[in-house]
């Protein structure tokens, strides 16, 4: 008897049929969003939009639904291009973002250029290329350091180990 009460979801109550309990369109469309069904109709069409409801699973249909209302009012408004028109828009602003990241990156380095005398640029060069050749795992056959981790110091009589007598005494 309660379901009488019910208000149709705006599906139903758009296309003028009862709602009964397990509308597909029920649980996506409220009777307070008439607009959202009567753009998703006027761009797909209700039976197309009932078909591939019930052919997702039900956790994305919301998502499903949700993406479809937002492609048909953007058809509504740019009927040309659709959503394609503002992502186009959007990938523009990406690129010129891009471009003026690049600049300010290039700026930056003169900056940093004109600040820190170049010797000292090129061993900071050149510690990174060393460091880039080690994670390649090449250390072995560059000399001296066969084992970039036995430092000098660091053979078992490390300073914790040395100094407990001292601590006591
Ligand atoms: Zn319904």
Same mark, same amino acid.
């Given at each position: 008897?309660?379901?009488?009460?019910?208000? *149709?979801? @705006? @599906?139903?109550?758009?296309?003028?049929?009862?709602?009964?309990?397990?509308?597909?369109? /029920?649980?996506?469309?409220?009777?307070?969003?008439?607009?959202?069904?009567?753009?998703?109709?006027?761009?797909?069409? /209700?039976?197309?939009?009932?078909?591939? +409801?019930?052919?997702?699973?039900?956790?994305?249909?919301?998502?499903?639904? #949700?993406?479809?209302?937002?492609?048909?009012?953007?058809?509504?408004?740019?009927?040309?291009?659709?959503? =394609?028109? /503002?992502?186009?828009?959007?990938?523009?602003?990406? +690129?010129?973002?891009?471009?003026?990241?690049? /600049?300010? #990156?290039?700026? +930056?380095?003169?900056?940093?250029?004109?600040?820190? *005398?170049?010797? =000292?640029? #090129?061993?900071? +060069?050149?510690?990174?290329?060393?460091?880039?050749?080690?994670?390649?795992?090449?250390?072995?056959?560059?000399?001296?350091?066969?084992?970039?981790?036995?430092?000098?110091?660091?053979?078992?009589?490390?300073?914790?180990?040395?100094?407990?007598?001292?601590?006591?005494?």
């Amino acid at each position: 008897m309660s379901s009488y009460s019910n208000p *149709p979801c @705006a @599906a139903c109550k758009f296309l003028r049929r009862k709602c009964l309990p397990g509308c597909i369109f /029920a649980p996506y469309f409220p009777p307070e969003e008439p607009t959202k069904f009567a753009n998703v109709h006027k761009i797909f069409g /209700a039976s197309n939009v009932s078909k591939l +409801l019930n052919e997702i699973p039900p956790h994305q249909r919301e998502d499903a639904v #949700n993406s479809l209302a937002y492609e048909a009012e953007a058809r509504l408004k740019d009927p040309v291009y659709g959503c =394609v028109g /503002a992502i186009s828009v959007l990938q523009r602003q990406v +690129l010129t973002l891009q471009k003026e990241l690049d /600049a300010t #990156n290039a700026d +930056l380095m003169r900056y940093a250029g004109n600040e820190i *005398p170049y010797p =000292v640029m #090129n061993l900071m +060069l050149q510690n990174n290329q060393q460091r880039n050749d080690n994670g390649a795992g090449s250390f072995e056959s560059s000399s001296g350091f066969s084992d970039p981790y036995s430092y000098p110091w660091g053979h078992g009589n490390g300073p914790s180990g040395e100094r407990g007598g001292d601590g006591s005494s």
